[in-house]
């Protein structure tokens, strides 16, 4: 972060802006909504400025800005059209450590003004720290259409009940989810819709009923996709947002466990063939015992949750001891992988079905209808296959598929590291050699792969080695 986000207290106190045109009017426009006491210095003002002085809203100092002292103003803001005298003034601000912004140089002072969404009490404020304020606008444009006018009506609602709130419940984790509860639900509701003696109503009633230590926490079984944030369900994000504990492990994105709520606590509880993982019914257990204790647990997994994620373990116990829970699906690495890398699981002239198999490897082999696998017209796609590969190799061959069919193989699917390689089956364990992919990692085997040189679109931050496919025609037996 080049720049700290803070929101300044100027209400009664001195501002300095120095420059009478239309950018100085600006500044001072925002000034004054924020109640501070502008003085604006600059030997002639806009009409509007000067309207303003006429009202008694601004103060004037017909003066240059080299004559006026700076050193007891609260802000100064420096607006002349003379880049050189804005910088002048900026140093001059420094030295006494007045904060200062010089207009369309954000290097210039000592900080910088956002874009804003005013819903006061609710403000949202939109920087990107002087890069490009044409953008900044844009995402403000956004934020505008996203957050109704009522959430300024909301804010004040609340900011006449939060003392009481404060009183009634003094554990600050209560607090929060009486809040919640309040403004994501009929209270919240009523404001928007303009009720605002009913949304205070059943605020009231709210307040006398709830009671945080009867409630029996939640968990989310929530599906992360395979690494992209942007891939995320709605349902997924929401839930994310308001959890009190996120319980992860290794397949996580890094990115994705950042869209979880930031105060919520993070439990690690890593994976198989890591020395930290926690056993499978240990996670069970913790997932009950900690919505037991009333929290809202999010049990964040890489992908979807119902594929190879054991998943249905995990709500199973859930659903044993009674503790309520949602499962809200994910984009699966097969589904992620294949349209990252361009490579359609289906296609009407190659494969009229797709098999997800595990590679996993047990006492070095794999338990896997080989015959069925080695169909043609099909896609099979293996995951936690890496370690397993020369068997997946040699098992479909064995069983009569071509040693020159297509295979790919992704690497960290979606995200920015993605690496794509593509082979036959007959040189791609020479390829995984030289190459060398990391997991996770996934196996995609079928003729739609000779799509991939085609119709790949996403671009990773490394490329990933683009193999030569030879082409296989329609139809070849497997
Ligand atoms: N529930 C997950 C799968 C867990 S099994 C899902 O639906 O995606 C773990 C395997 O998934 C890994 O061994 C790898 O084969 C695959 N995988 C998961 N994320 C991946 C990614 N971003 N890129 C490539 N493979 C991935």
Redesign the pocket.
């Known amino acids: 972060m080049d720049f700290l986000p803070v929101f300044l207290n100027i209400k009664s106190r001195p501002c300095a802006v120095i420059g009478g045109g239309d950018v100085a009017a600006r500044k001072v426009r925002l000034l004054l909504a924020a109640q501070g006491e502008v003085t604006v210095i600059a030997p002639e003002l806009t009409k509007e400025l000067q309207e303003q002085v006429a009202a008694g809203a601004i103060t004037h100092l017909a003066k240059q800005h080299s004559q006026a002292p700076l050193d007891h103003y609260a802000v100064v803001v420096a607006a002349t059209d003379d880049a050189n005298a804005n910088q002048q003034i900026a140093e001059t601000a420094k030295q006494s450590n007045i904060p200062v912004n010089v207009v369309d140089n954000p290097d210039a002072g000592t900080f910088i003004m956002p874009s804003i969404i005013d819903r006061s009490p609710v403000i949202a404020a939109v920087s990107t720290g002087g890069a490009s304020p044409v953008l900044a606008r844009l995402i403000r444009a956004r934020l505008e259409s996203l957050i109704p006018a009522g959430y300024g009506r909301l804010g004040e609602l609340t900011a006449r009940y939060r003392e009481r709130v404060k009183k009634a419940f003094r554990n600050s984790d209560d607090r929060r989810r009486f809040w919640d509860r309040i403004l994501q639900g009929s209270v919240a509701e009523r404001v928007f819709s303009g009720h605002m003696e009913e949304a205070e109503a059943v605020l009231e009633k709210e307040l006398a009923e709830f009671s945080p230590n009867s409630g029996m926490g939640e968990v989310y079984l929530v599906?992360g996709?395979?690494?992209d944030p942007d891939l995320l369900t709605f349902r997924a994000l929401r839930l994310m947002q308001q959890a009190d504990v996120v319980v992860y492990d290794r397949?996580v994105?890094k990115p994705v466990l950042e869209m979880v709520r930031r105060e919520a606590e993070r439990i690690y509880v890593g994976k198989e063939r890591d020395r930290h993982a926690m056993r499978q019914e240990e996670i069970n257990e913790l997932l009950a015992k900690l919505a037991k204790e009333g929290k809202r647990v999010v049990r964040l997994?890489?992908?979807?949750?119902?594929?190879?994620?054991r998943?249905g373990e995990e709500i199973d116990t859930l659903a044993e001891q009674g503790v309520p829970f949602q499962v809200i699906p994910?984009?699966?690495?097969?589904s992620?992988?294949a349209t990252y890398s361009g490579i359609p699981l289906t296609h009407r002239d190659y494969a009229q079905s797709v098999t997800f198999v595990?590679?996993h490897l047990k006492d070095g082999s794999m338990n896997l209808n080989w015959r069925q696998l080695a169909q043609p017209h099909q896609t099979l796609v293996?995951?936690?296959?890496?370690m397993g590969l020369p068997v997946i190799v040699e098992k479909l061959i064995e069983h009569g598929v071509s040693p020159q069919m297509p295979i790919a193989l992704?690497?960290?699917?979606?995200?920015h590291l993605?690496r794509v390689f593509t082979g036959t089956l007959e040189n791609i364990l020479e390829l995984v050699e030289r190459e060398k992919p990391k997991?996770?990692?996934?196996?995609i085997v079928g003729e739609v792969v000779q799509l991939q040189e085609k119709l790949s679109w996403y671009k990773g931050e490394k490329k990933g080695y683009q193999g030569a496919t030879s082409p296989v025609q329609p139809g070849t037996a497997l």
Request: hydrophobic letters at 35%; one cysteine or more.
């Open positions: 599906g996709g395979p690494g397949l994105a997994k890489g992908g979807d949750p119902f594929i190879f994620g998943g994910g984009i699966t690495a097969a992620g992988c595990t590679g293996f995951y936690m296959g890496l992704v690497q960290q699917g979606t995200t993605q997991p996770p990692t996934l196996i």
